[in-house]
């Protein structure tokens, strides 16, 4: 049970779940917000920056089924803990590497440990929740990461500066704050390891994952769809948007830390209110709303060359696409039998590592190729992300239950 009763808190398992998952954010925001530009610092090409960037998504293609059929039937903390120790050695090492294999080889790695953290989180979460807390417990699950994320992305901006300034070589400073990412990983252990699980109820744990995958093909497929367009957009612009900001309006990498901090801050707010909009909108319904609400700011970010639109475009673009991913959790386990929680979340992550193992590549390329065209990029994925609210739409919204709009029951749908 997730809350104690009477008292409206969240269980000690899930306490230290979300500590854990508050310091795996702080270190998920480091690389993420300084991985490119110390890239780029080592003279690497667009292109070739956005095939180590898809090195983590190769990462996900990989071990997204795999870990499914793992959690479907072994408890979730050992999971957590070997992904978590994963992701330390991947990113201690990362800066360090000598070449470009070297370092496609420690990104691939912590796609692996990524995906494995993710694929366990919605299971997780479903489990340990009562009936009326869950879309609030998704919600904040998603704000801690990226509340810890605002810290992690801040930090490491004031360290880069600082140790610029101490070793008078940026790539170096940008070295060390990214091997800090690791650190941060490693210290998630202590937390997960103080989980204490919930039974799982009965007919959870799939006895044979490839018949319920078969027997679950259309509905997996349903769920994926929509997060594959969304990763073939993504991928093309979001690795990059650190040198956009470099590339139009000559940021520091302090000053793109800072940004990427705000945006997190701004999204955590977000999903607190999601609740309120599921409330409202149902789940099929939030989740087109915000993706069709992120298109204008998207726009904005492609044509202006002002930096204070520039930069408004960026956070509402952010706050609005990011707050449907708890809506849509919710929804996907909500809307998947109980056998099936585990593996409809692997296919879900496959199909986006997919995407994202796709375009960050020809993202670079179309980049390197048109003199960094950063309109015409983002036009494309303003595309994809039409195609892909479109497709949420058609295909998911006959799985929303008739009954519950803001607040999900505890039974499997069949």
């Not at 000690?12 to 993420?32: D, N, Q, T, Y």
């Not at 969304?230 to 520091?252: E, K, T």
């Not at 673009?317 to 979340?345: C, E, Y």
């Amino acid at each position: 049970m997730a809350v104690d009763a009477g008292e409206g808190r969240f269980a000690p398992g899930v306490r230290a779940f979300l500590w854990g998952s508050a310091l795996m954010g702080a270190a998920w925001a480091i690389p993420w917000s300084l991985l490119a530009l110390f890239l780029d610092r080592r003279g690497f090409s667009k292109e070739e920056i956005g095939l180590v960037v898809s090195c983590d998504a190769w990462g996900k293609v990989l071990i997204a089924l795999p870990a499914a059929f793992v959690l479907a039937r072994r408890p979730t903390r050992p999971v957590l803990l070997a992904a978590t120790c994963a992701a330390g050695v991947a990113y201690a090492l990362l800066p360090w590497m000598p070449n470009l294999h070297a370092l496609m080889a420690c990104t691939l790695l912590a796609g692996l440990a990524w995906s494995v953290h993710f694929v366990a989180i919605a299971p997780f979460l479903y489990r340990h929740a009562r009936v009326g807390e869950r879309a609030r417990l998704f919600g904040w699950s998603e704000a801690v990461h990226t509340g810890a994320a605002v810290a992690g992305a801040w930090g490491s901006g004031r360290l880069v500066t600082l140790l610029t300034a101490q070793l008078g070589n940026e790539r170096e400073a940008l070295a060390w704050a990214l091997a800090a990412a690791g650190l941060l990983a490693f210290s998630s252990a202590w937390p997960y390891a103080r989980i204490v699980e919930a039974p799982v109820e009965p007919g959870e744990r799939a006895a044979r994952p490839v018949t319920v995958f078969w027997r679950e093909r259309a509905r997996l497929a349903r769920f994926a769809l929509p997060q594959l367009c969304i990763a073939l957009g993504a991928g093309l612009v979001i690795a990059f948007l650190g040198l956009y900001f470099q590339d139009r309006f000559g940021l520091a990498p302090s000053a793109v830390a800072d940004l990427n901090a705000v945006g997190w801050l701004l999204m955590t707010l977000g999903y607190l209110l999601t609740p309120r909009l599921q409330a409202r909108f149902g789940f099929v319904g939030s989740i087109v709303v915000l993706e069709l609400a992120s298109i204008p700011f998207f726009l904005v970010l492609a044509f202006t060359h002002s930096l204070p639109f520039a930069v408004a475009g960026f956070l509402a673009r952010g706050v609005l696409m990011n707050a449907a991913t708890p809506v849509l959790k919710n929804f996907s386990i909500h809307a998947t039998p109980r056998d099936a929680r585990a593996l409809q979340n692997g296919v879900t992550s496959l199909a986006s590592g997919v995407g994202w193992a796709i375009s960050p590549r020809l993202g670079g390329w179309l980049l390197d190729h048109t003199g960094n065209d950063y309109a015409r990029l983002i036009c494309i994925t303003v595309g994809l992300y039409v195609i892909a609210a479109f497709a949420t739409w058609a295909l998911l919204r006959r799985l929303e239950p008739d009954v519950g709009r803001g607040a999900v029951d505890g039974r499997a749908s069949a």
